[in-house]
């Protein structure tokens, strides 16, 4: 089947990242495939690699970068809710001349579309909540 | 047929929305702080009205494994897939 | 696009607190735009949405009611209210800001069971 | 003396906590959803049994400046800022 | 530091779902390592922070109850659990991983009431 | 009399730093001065100079900046809930080899005691929580 994830919360005050996380790596292990992973809302603070947590817990953007190359996953970040939060590629950056970026590797900004695009194209649209 | 995830505690308005609006045919897996609705409480009795399921993952981060209700199901994470495969949609009260 | 499907956009969080009524209301119009059918549905906090005379400008937030008839111009025509949730507030039609359908919980039950895909917030 | 403020609708169980433990002699002010506990529901009237205020422009906001019980003092931010003065400690319910 | 104070850590989420629990612990052990007088008071679903056998290992996450113990050893005593959060959930002491005393709610009327600073959380 | 404000949650998904913020400003026009602003759990996100909202929603973290300069204000971003969550200056994204920070001017981080130490310096400590 071709799933869908919406992931709505952000890593320390959610555990949707987790949640997802976990379902996107067994949903693969099963044979299934992800067709993309929406981050919306708080969601899009996953898509930030200057996180620096701690040696002893994860870090939850450079997990989801490893496992979006090695499955070649579209992880799509809302660009409207990624703005208003401060989450910018390089692109975005110089449109708006902030002087720096921080989109982790792997995750791509683009519209809220993307979200009704997934919800079509899928067998199952499954929102993890925050 | 739909699959209801539910991942606040009860003391969150989620669980009794949910029990209210669930159909007889759909089944409830309580993930994250959802899984707390496993406790003794005035609502275990409509829960179990259900065909019910709790992600051990969250119940064992807990401490719940062992005040489990019997009658609900443990599932892993594979176990949440196959449920999202079985059921037509998936509805997430959060 | 393949198809079309039917999507449910669920709101269940009081406006302002946060950015979920405005953040899916524009998930609301966008599966419009995409010629999806569309419906809303108001449970719980998420029915103070709808309530009328809201007037943000105190806390310099944009008036997130005064978007609510844009669901029109995007001929999204289903709008449902859990009148349990109305009722528990002490809301009635008189207090919305748009016309909304009341259902009850087995009205919901169906409307749920209808979707091919449900986007909660 | 105790300036309890709550920032939850009533179906957090912030507002009922508050009131189950709050002394006679501390307010309450609602900001934020708290302002939500101004409506008719269970637990106005043991509300009402405090001296309550509500952060006015929080009302404004949620269209609620008509549906208020008259015996919940509206406050600006200044007035906030004249509670917090007033009495010793803020004990913030969220 | 120019007097000391009481200062009360309330916490009223659970651990896991959010970083509540540890950040709270955090401050908690920060007020004592700066001599002031330190309380904890866990109610609602913060109770859930105290519960025996957690084992987040298949989460990933810390075992937040494993760090309570350093509440002793930073000289932490006065640990309080409100006994209606934990009637409500069903569990009793034995349920619970370090020693906390049951207060009623007028004993936690007055336990605020005695606070120079309440921390919130 | 001197307070200072402990502020929890994040622009978009709290109204805390909204309430914080016009509390404080009414605070000094009453004559009143802040200690410290202090920043923990997701409201380290109000110190990220990258927030891009559209420019009919508030930027939060430049409305800050602008405060704090102004009135000269002690912000104290919680550094351990900073770095969790992707909130850098120039000298942690040196120290931690990150390429680039997003730190808003007039905020500083540091360590959780200066939330202890403004629970005894000021005469009332206030908390925005989220």
């Not at chain 3, 393949?2 to 406006?15: I, M, Q």
């Given at each position: 089947m071709k799933f869908s994830l919406a992931i709505y919360g952000a890593p320390c005050s959610s555990q949707a990242p987790d949640t997802a996380y976990y379902f996107a790596k067994a949903a693969l292990a099963s044979g299934h495939d992800i067709y993309r992973l929406f981050f919306y809302m708080d969601g899009v603070q996953n898509a930030s690699r200057l996180?620096?947590?701690?040696?002893?817990?994860?870090?939850?953007p450079a997990r989801w970068s490893e496992l979006i190359k090695a499955h070649n996953i579209d992880a799509v970040v809302c660009i409207a809710a990624a703005l208003r939060r401060g989450v910018l590629d390089k692109s975005e950056a110089d449109r708006y001349e902030k002087d720096a970026n921080n989109l982790a590797d792997g995750f791509n900004l683009s519209g809220l579309g993307q979200l009704i695009d997934a919800g079509i194209e899928s067998d199952r649209l499954i929102t993890f909540g925050c | 047929?739909?699959?209801?995830?539910?991942?606040?505690?009860?003391?969150?308005?989620?669980?009794?929305?949910?029990?209210?609006v669930a159909a007889k045919d759909s089944a409830i897996l309580l993930i994250e702080d959802g899984v707390y609705a496993a406790l003794p409480g005035p609502d275990l009795e409509a829960l179990l009205q259900h065909k019910v399921y709790a992600l051990a993952p969250d119940i064992k981060a807990r401490g719940l494994l062992e005040k489990l209700s019997p009658q609900i199901t443990l599932v892993?994470?594979?176990g949440f897939v196959a449920l999202v495969e079985q059921y037509d949609t998936v509805q997430s009260w959060y | 696009m393949?198809?079309?499907?039917?999507?449910?956009?669920?709101?269940?969080?009081?406006?302002y607190a946060s950015n979920f009524a405005k953040e899916a209301l524009d998930v609301a119009l966008m599966s419009a735009v995409f010629n999806q059918k569309t419906s809303l549905l108001f449970m719980d906090d998420g029915v103070f949405q709808l309530v009328r005379s809201q007037d943000p400008s105190e806390?310099?937030?944009?008036?997130?009611?005064?978007?609510?008839?844009?669901?029109?111009?995007?001929?999204?025509?289903?709008?449902?209210?859990?009148e349990i949730s109305l009722n528990e507030r002490g809301l009635s039609e008189e207090d919305l800001v748009i016309p909304a359908q009341r259902v009850n919980a087995q009205e919901i039950s169906q409307l749920l069971t209808r979707q091919h895909v449900i986007l909660n917030f």
């Open positions: 996180a620096t947590p701690p040696q002893d817990e994860q870090n939850i | 047929m739909i699959l209801h995830t539910i991942n606040k505690s009860p003391q969150n308005p989620a669980l009794k929305t949910c029990l209210r892993d994470y594979s | 393949s198809e079309t499907k039917s999507f449910l956009v669920l709101n269940r969080h009081a406006p806390i310099q937030h944009k008036n997130c009611s005064q978007t609510l008839p844009m669901l029109e111009m995007y001929e999204v025509r289903h709008i449902y209210v859990d």
